[in-house]
């Protein structure tokens, strides 16, 4: 078994409609892993599986625990080993960076302590280690409306990291950001899964960018698996089969 384990697992939303289709996988420990794919193809479904955030049927198993059918005390234990980073970095603009990324250590902490903001000094030396991780660490007293987007990006990683994740799920990290910015946010999340060791799956629009970090690529299409490899092994053919289509240059980051 791996870290993460889905086994026939698909996903149907209220409605009817099908967002995952039978996937039986396995993430290994340690991976870093890009899943790809068209805009619907099931991507953030497949990582909201992980986190039991979509109705699942199947099998998903995160560590060993099985998140279908699991209670609320479960999948709170199960969420606290699995860090999110989004695309439109969920910080809270007002509040400074500190806090923001003192917000992985909610459930390491009593409710009390962080409501009245009195995080304990170990808790704040974790936040700010894990600032100094994205190189961020000179803005903990800014405010978070007050940075760039890829430093608001940084601050999301790093508020991942302030949990002490086992696994890490990147839901387009970079999609509002500008190509030299997405190559830095790649590189922090490449450095940190080679530092560490967590387990990384990250979804990606921009293709080049899958080549150039990936380590092993999953491509879906209209909910299911459709490949699943090493890097090296992918080619624009690969992709085409994935996307269905040609290229365009609005698959690519860097277009010129």
């Known amino acids: 078994m791996g870290i993460i384990d889905f086994t026939h697992t698909s996903v149907t939303y209220p409605g009817g409609l099908v967002a995952l ?12 892993v890009v899943i790809v794919g068209l ?10 599986a992980v986190n039991g955030l979509v109705p699942v049927s199947g099998s998903v198993v995160v ?4 998140v279908v059918g699991a209670s609320s005390s479960e999948l709170r234990t199960i969420r606290s080993d699995v860090g999110m980073i989004f695309q439109t970095f969920n910080l809270v603009n007002r509040s ?13 902490v009593p409710r009390w ?5 009195l995080w304990p000094s170990e808790d704040k030396e974790i936040a700010l280690e894990s600032l100094e991780r994205v190189n961020i660490v000179e803005k903990a007293y800014v405010r ?5 987007g890829g430093q608001q990006q940084r601050v999301g990683i ?3 990291l302030a949990q002490e994740p086992k696994i890490i799920l990147a839901d387009e990290p970079v999609a509002s950001l500008d190509p030299v910015t997405s190559h830095m946010v790649m590189r922090d999340l490449q450095r940190i899964n080679q530092d560490l060791g967590i387990t990384t799956l990250i979804n990606l629009h921009f293709l080049d960018l899958a080549r150039q970090y990936g380590r092993r690529l999953i491509g879906l299409n209209d909910g299911r698996v459709v490949f699943d490899g090493d890097i090296a092994d992918v ?14 240059p609005d698959d690519l980051v860097d277009k010129t």
Do not use: C, H
Not at 26 to 32: L, Q, V
Not at 235 to 248: C, Q
């Open 21 to 32: 289709k039978d996937v039986t996988l396995s993430i290994e420990e340690g991976e870093f």
């Open 39 to 48: 805009s619907g193809a099931g991507k953030s479904t497949m990582l909201r």
């Open 63 to 66: 560590d060993g625990r099985e």
């Open 96 to 108: 400074l960076v500190l806090n923001n990324a003192l917000m992985g250590r909610l459930s390491k």
């Open 113 to 117: 302590r962080s409501f009245l903001g």
């Open 144 to 148: 978070a409306s007050d940075l760039s």
């Open 158 to 160: 790093a508020r991942a």
């Open 235 to 248: 080619d624009d053919e690969v992709f085409r089969g994935i996307y269905g289509r040609a290229i365009t």
